[in-house]
């Protein structure tokens, strides 16, 4: 009786080994979800080897019992994970870009860098701006070096010529790292931080875009007004019938505060209160567990908003519809002439560089020459080229 004890004793020792090195590997991983399954099938397991050792499984029935409640268990473990899988399938508008189609200098047909049809009017050699941005701008501001800047590599994510997200490109523009930037206006909180470090941010507008909400292709919703929608995001409007479509609660989706997405739903509702954002706990390194903002997940009863390059050229997606907004669609016509309601201009921004060729790089973005390469990327020209 000895034998059968010591060996369960070493068993469950060994087991617990290996549990810890499984459940760190997970946790270092960021799958935390699968750890209430690991550790179920691993109890699992050695219930069974050691009711085997001491010869409980004597009939057909403690089997079957055994049998049925080790499903149960592992069953119940299941369902996290496999709700982890069912939302992670849902597709988004926020998936990783390809920024490499974008780089400067980059020879072979993936690239989709646009150029000019001639040498630029403007050409630098040394004291080249260093310029950050949003990752929509990006394809335009590499274009932009593309005309300019001397030919070498400019890795995008540590050189003169780097691309980010909105609120990491303005960290990088408030403490020096960079001299410009290219994204939508700043947020309050950016402007007040800016006026914390006694920063002066100066704006140029270089081109306009569509700021665009988007549902499910199979959403019979096609059109709602810019009242409604802010009545949506304000909380007053819940369901999709309200609206006339089905009777479904809406998923009202938000970006990160700071992001231009989220300054321009917040400059679209003014005065009006922004509903609580949907938040999602999100793993991290060492198995801890964060709560930030949701990302957007095309249920069929979603809706959410981005700008309309990021939405159509950089993140093509047919599984979902961009909404008309007071009957007009977002197209580059409607943004040229104003129809469309929420039409923005985007802005290359700087904070007091010492940069001796910044100026004449921004006169040259808004000269026709440049404004050339911002029709051609894809946004509107606020000049004519």
């Known amino acids: 009786m000895i034998a ?37 099938a691993m109890i699992v397991v050695y219930v069974w080897i ?22 149960a268990v592992l069953l119940g473990a299941a369902v996290w994970p496999m709700m982890h899988i069912y939302k992670e399938s849902i597709s988004t508008v926020d998936a990783e870009v390809e920024v490499r189609y974008y780089e400067p200098f980059t020879i072979g047909q993936e690239s989709k860098l646009v150029v ?22 990006y394809p335009l501001y590499a274009a932009f070096v593309q005309a300019v800047y001397p030919r070498k590599e400019y890795n995008p994510y540590d050189s003169e010529v780097m691309v980010n997200t909105t609120p990491i490109a303005y960290e990088n523009l408030f403490s020096g790292e960079v001299d410009i930037i290219f994204a939508a206006g700043p947020s309050d909180a950016q402007m007040k931080v800016a006026e914390q470090l006694g920063l002066e941010l100066n704006l140029t507008p270089v081109g306009r875009e569509a700021f665009v909400f988007f549902v499910n292709q199979k959403n019979p919703i096609d059109h709602l ?23 479904e609660p809406i998923r009202a989706f ?12 917040e400059r679209l509702m003014g005065d009006i209160p922004i509903m609580d954002a949907p938040k999602e706990n999100v793993p991290e390194g060492m198995g801890g567990i964060i709560s930030e903002v949701s990302k957007y997940r095309n ?11 990021y939405s159509m050229e950089m993140v093509s997606n047919d599984e979902i519809k961009l909404l008309s907004i007071n ?4 197209t580059k016509d409607t943004i040229r002439t104003d129809e469309y309601p929420i039409a923005t201009e985007f802005y290359v921004i700087t904070a007091g560089t010492d940069n001796p060729n910044v100026e004449k790089f921004i006169e040259w973005m808004v000269s026709p020459q440049g404004q050339e390469l911002v029709e051609k990327v894809g946004y509107v020209p606020v000049k004519k080229p």
């Open 50 to 71: 050691v009711m085997m050792i001491f010869h409980v499984f004597n009939t057909p029935q403690r089997k079957r019992l055994f049998g049925i409640m080790a499903g």
């Open 225 to 247: 007004e810019l009242k409604q929608i802010q009545d949506i995001y304000a909380g007053k409007i819940t369901n999709w019938e309200e609206v006339g479509g089905k009777n």
């Open 327 to 330: 009957g007009v669609e977002p």
């Open 299 to 309: 249920y069929k009863n979603a809706i959410g908003y981005t700008f309309r390059y």
């Open 254 to 265: 938000q970006r990160p505060a700071d992001s231009g997405s989220q300054t321009g739903l």
């Open 4 to 40: 059968p004890i010591a060996f369960a004793v070493l068993l469950l020792m060994a087991l617990l080994f290996f549990a810890g090195i499984g459940l760190l590997y997970l946790s270092l991983m960021g799958l935390i979800y699968y750890i209430p399954l690991a550790l179920s």
């Open 116 to 137: 000019l049809d001639e040498a630029a009017t403007l050409e630098l050699r040394d004291d080249l701006p260093r310029i950050d941005g949003a990752t929509a701008l």
